[in-house]
């Protein structure tokens, strides 16, 4: 994985997270119950979740697993915002389903998002995202804190989605 463009690969799976970048924490309800956290965790790893929430993925494997290469995609034609990635991580435990993925080079920012649907000890399922990233482009740096608002409306619509798709 010698082409992420950041040296702390596997970063959101250790608290705290890598200093000098800017730190997100998410977390979403979903459902309730194993059968609800199964279907978040196959949307999730499927990258279902993301297509479903609108967002363009092209990945060179149907299920994330550590190496494989993914590039997402918002917006239209010349307008498109490409942002290639690499899953550096992922896991299937009994409470814990997901993936985490690392930035490459032509990525707007420079870091790491990981993706989770967790089974807590009450029965509830949430969708924890973590990631932690500093602009990698000149327009992200222009953004300023508009990308972090950016950042937080798209998790909640991710958390939107998988909710939707989890519990049908």
């Known amino acids: ?24 924490h998410e977390e979403l309800p979903v459902g309730r119950g194993r059968e609800v956290l199964a279907a978040a965790g196959e949307a999730i790893t499927t990258f279902r979740m993301h ?13 994330a697993a550590p190496g494989v290469a993914v590039e997402v995609s918002l917006g239209v034609g010349p307008l498109r ?31 790491e998002e990981a993706f ?18 500093r602009p990698a482009r000149p327009v992200t740096r222009l953004a300023g804190p508009l990308v972090l608002v950016f950042q937080r409306l798209y998790i909640r619509r991710l958390g939107r989605t998988l909710r939707r798709l989890a519990n049908h």
């Open 1 to 24: 994985m010698s082409d992420l463009t950041y040296p702390e690969a596997g970063g959101t799976r250790r608290t705290p997270l890598p200093a000098g970048y800017h730190h997100l």
């Open 81 to 111: 915002l490409r942002a290639p990635c690499r899953v550096v991580w992922t896991v299937a435990d009994e409470d814990r389903i997901g993936f985490a993925y690392g930035t490459r080079d032509g990525h707007p920012e420079c870091g």
């Open 51 to 63: 297509r479903a929430a609108g967002t363009g993925v092209r990945a060179d494997a149907p299920q």
């Open 116 to 133: 989770l649907a967790e089974l807590r000890a009450d029965g509830s399922v949430w969708f924890t995202v973590t990631a932690f990233s």
